[in-house]
């Protein structure tokens, strides 16, 4: 199974500043016939379910706020928050769907404010 | 609007059965994959089963294989989750996951149920 890890497991920043979350596969998710990386990312307020963010690494989801992005290619990828609000405090994970019949998450990051 | 409603969960004691429902509305049902994903009580999140639009494909975590088994009801609207040989390990909060496709592999969960907690213990 590939594994996902998160960095870091937590972090504090405060209103208006920009957040950052690691995401390493452990082998590589780009898909080289197609050139796509088959990474998502979620966002999980507390007492709610996750809810889907980011897919096919850096393609935001209809709805969520364009201050959210990600990047990256292969083995590492980056969910940025170039403007944290207040309704930003969450867990955030990273997905990997590249392995057939199987999916496999980060241990989580926790964004908080500062 | 698509809605997945879980229900079936409960307090339960290791080594017996617990059938999980997953009730769907807001899309056509059988163009989609849909998928179970359970979290422990202050853990991550943990992928549990996938089924395709017309259950042709089904994949299973390694934690659950043999004693888990995932269908669904394309005329009800419905995707279960029937789980036997229930362990303290296994309790966790359990979501329905709906996939942006037909085929269950190679795609994320693009919607989410609110979850159903399962607790097993004596």
């Known amino acids: 199974d590939i594994v996902m890890t998160q960095s870091p497991d937590s972090l504090a920043v405060s209103l208006g500043e920009r957040a950052t979350i690691n995401c390493k596969s452990s082998?590589?998710?780009?898909?080289?016939?197609?050139?796509?990386?088959?990474l998502a990312w979620y966002q999980q307020k507390p007492g709610q379910p996750p809810k889907l963010l980011i897919y096919w690494a850096s393609t935001r989801e209809s709805g969520v706020p364009d201050r959210f992005s990600g990047s990256g290619s292969g083995t590492d990828f980056t969910l940025t928050i170039s403007s944290l609000q207040a309704e930003d405090v969450a867990v955030y994970y990273c997905?990997?769907?590249?392995?057939?019949?199987?999916?496999?998450f980060g241990q989580g990051t926790k964004v908080e404010i500062k | 609007e698509v809605q997945l409603v879980e229900s079936g969960g409960g307090l339960v004691q290791p080594g017996r059965s617990l059938r999980l429902s997953c009730a769907a509305s807001?899309?056509?049902?059988?163009?989609?994959?849909l998928y179970w994903v359970r979290q422990a009580p202050g853990k991550g999140l943990e992928w549990v089963s996938g089924i395709s639009w017309n259950s042709g494909d089904i994949a299973y975590a390694d934690s659950v294989k043999g004693r888990f088994t995932i269908s669904r009801d394309n005329a009800k609207n419905s995707l279960y989750l029937q789980m036997n040989s229930l362990r303290a390990e296994d309790t966790a909060f359990y979501y329905c996951?709906?996939?942006?496709?037909?085929?269950?592999?190679?795609?994320?969960?693009?919607?989410w149920g609110q979850g159903t907690l399962v607790t097993v213990s004596s």
């Open positions: 997905q990997q769907y590249y392995t057939t019949l199987s999916w496999t």
């Open positions: 807001g899309f056509t049902f059988d163009d989609y994959a």
């Open positions: 082998q590589s998710v780009l898909y080289r016939y197609n050139n796509k990386n088959y």
């Open positions: 996951a709906k996939g942006p496709a037909a085929p269950v592999s190679n795609y994320y969960f693009d919607y």
